[in-house]
């Protein structure tokens, strides 16, 4: 019983050590690209303003500034 949580823990540990360096590969490749770069800039923009709309709307389900706003 103890060995077999003991390859379970070694099984969670080096997945996380792939995944760690999977995703670290993933984002210098993808700041490396300047098209890459600017996708992921011009995603991030959009995602702010949708969340800064959300947040900044008004309780009431009336409000005219969001009715006027356009969809992404």
């Keep these: ?5 003991k390859i379970i823990a070694a ?3 080096i997945g996380g050590a792939v995944l760690a360096t999977a995703g670290t590969a993933a984002v210098v ?7 890459c770069r600017d996708k992921l800039k011009d995603c991030s923009d ?19 500034e969001m009715a006027n706003s356009t969809p992404n």
């Design 46 to 64: 959009r995602m702010r303003d949708c969340a800064n709309r959300m947040c900044n709307r008004s309780s009431n389900g009336g409000d005219p």
């Design 1 to 5: 019983m103890f060995f077999t949580k």
């Design 11 to 13: 099984n969670i540990v």
């Design 29 to 35: 490749y993808a700041m490396s690209d300047p098209n």
